[in-house]
Nanobody
């Protein structure tokens, strides 16, 4: 049974920072493409950042230079460090994993339950 459990969300003022964590069980993340997505009310779910098995990372233009994705394969955990947060970053953030790719929702095999980030 695969589980991706996010933590670290919360409320923060603009300019602040948060670090999200995604603890995986039932699956080995070193074998997967891992990513973070977010969904704001009334909007589609969008990709934020990805971390692939070969060390490649990628970011949405809206978060480049502010967010950093990382993984600790030994802990089977994915992270998202978010700095210089803006009100438009407010959304539910989802951890995601894909067996082949993970940059788009249709490639995702496993989803977390989401964690809320609110920036005021």
């Amino acid at each position: 049974h695969v589980q991706l459990v996010e933590s670290g969300g919360g409320s923060v003022q603009a300019g602040g920072s948060l670090t999200l964590s995604c603890a995986a069980s039932g699956v080995v993340i070193s074998r997967l493409c891992m990513g973070w997505f977010r969904q704001a009310p009334g909007k589609e779910r969008e990709g934020v950042a990805i971390s692939d098995r070969d060390g490649t990372t990628g970011y949405a233009d809206s978060v480049k230079g502010r967010f950093t994705i990382s993984r600790d394969n030994a802990k089977n955990t994915l992270y998202l460090q978010m700095n210089s947060l803006k009100p438009e970053d407010t959304a539910t953030y989802y951890c995601a994993a894909g067996k082949i790719r993970c940059g788009e929702t249709n490639y995702i095999d496993y989803w977390g339950q989401g964690t809320q980030v609110t920036v005021s």
